[in-house]
């Protein structure tokens, strides 16, 4: 093991079980998405790396000081009791001030002589304004796509885009109807022939377009991808490892335990 492509091509999955670090970090890690990561946290984790591998990481350290430099609007969101503290202390104080103000305006109407109710509406309704609920469903269903046909999709991670003039540009266009799968974000992809055993790998941000006369399955870092059908084009926005199967025209998406079993026993 001499290079940080060496680990990508290990993958996130085999370096847990190494490691123990949570796959969900090294997908970030492996795929350099710096902005999601800390400065104390990424560099624990190369540290770990370099220890547990026995190679020189100082490079990625670089890039990531690199990148944050050049992104300084760049905030990594972190959960704080302090914090939390301060957030529900402002909410008492905000409490408070519509109290008094309420008690202010009773009084008001007091001294004039005029006693209304309309202070305490405003104060249900704007103790009563409307909600917006937002789905936390993070389940991911089996994504199935035909050439011909394309079953409806699990709305988890799948969400359908509007095609437009404006974005046209920035979709991927089908070939000769065939589907093609485009990365996000830098990703490393593995694929395997079914039918001759031959494997490949690469990392890329170039569109992937599937050859309809090979059966072969797919593996990629991360489901952050753009999968472009003769009916239109889905979104997926997976930060783990993906995994899909192409047979006789047919595309699915299809978990780890049944990549391992096509795969002969083996992740990769």
Do not use: C
């Not at 202010?104 to 704007?126: F, H, K, T, Y």
């Not at 709305?155 to 885009?161: G, K, L, Q, R, S």
């Not at 003769?230 to 025209?249: A, S």
């Amino acid at each position: 093991m001499k290079t940080f492509e060496d680990l990508q091509s290990l993958g996130a999955n085999v370096i847990h079980e190494q490691t123990h670090i949570a796959r969900s970090k090294l997908e970030l890690v492996l795929n350099k998405v710096f902005s999601d990561l800390t400065r104390v946290q990424f560099m624990g984790f190369i540290s770990i790396l370099e220890r547990e591998y026995g190679i020189d990481l100082s490079g990625i350290r670089q890039e990531y000081d690199e990148f944050m430099q050049t992104h300084p609007d760049v905030v990594i969101q972190k959960k704080s009791v302090i914090l939390q503290a301060q957030s529900r202390s402002r909410q008492k104080w905000v409490l408070g001030g519509v109290v008094a103000i309420t008690l202010l305006i009773a009084i008001g109407s007091m001294i004039q002589g005029r006693l209304s109710i309309a202070p305490s509406e405003e104060v249900i309704q704007l103790s009563s304004a409307n909600v917006e609920v937002v789905d936390e469903n993070m389940g991911m269903a089996p994504l199935e796509i035909n050439t011909t046909v394309v079953p409806t999709i699990a709305e988890a991670n799948v969400t359908a885009v509007k095609q437009d003039s404006n974005a046209s540009t920035k979709s991927v266009a089908t070939i000769d109807n065939a589907i093609s799968i485009k990365p996000t974000v830098k990703v490393w992809m593995g694929t395997l022939d079914l039918t001759t055993g031959a494997k490949s790998q690469k990392t890329t941000m170039d569109p992937i377009v599937l050859d309809k006369s090979k059966n072969t399955l797919y593996m990629f870092g991360h489901g952050r991808l753009e999968i472009a059908t003769p009916e239109g084009m889905k979104i997926l926005k997976d930060r783990n490892t993906v995994w899909f199967t192409y047979e006789n025209g047919y595309l699915k998406q299809i978990n780890e335990t049944e990549f391992v079993a096509k795969n002969n026993g083996a992740t990769w």
